[in-house]
């Protein structure tokens, strides 16, 4: 498995300099039906194909390929 060279901390230059709210989830993206829960605590990135959060858990994915596609609850104003 290669490591994902985008995954930093909050010390790094982009997630400071968007004022993040915490540490992004990045995934260890492999194609697939595979979707991570970033509520749920994880030592190492993973491995997934797509990430939800029903709180406030921030959510970062890279694409090559792919289109990315965020989903959103109206009501809330957040993404879903």
């Not at 990135?45 to 989903?71: E, K, M, N, Q």
Request: hydrophobic content about 50%.
């Amino acid at each position: 498995a290669e490591a994902n060279p985008s995954a930093g901390s909050l010390t790094d230059p982009l997630p400071v300099a968007l004022a993040l709210p915490g540490e992004p989830c990045w995934l260890q993206q492999v194609h697939g039906t595979a979707v991570a829960d970033a509520d749920e605590p994880y030592a190492a990135p993973p491995v997934a194909d797509a990430a939800i959060s029903r709180g406030a858990a921030v959510l970062a994915i890279l694409t090559a390929d792919c289109l990315p596609v965020v989903f959103a609850v109206p009501r809330r104003g957040a993404p879903a």
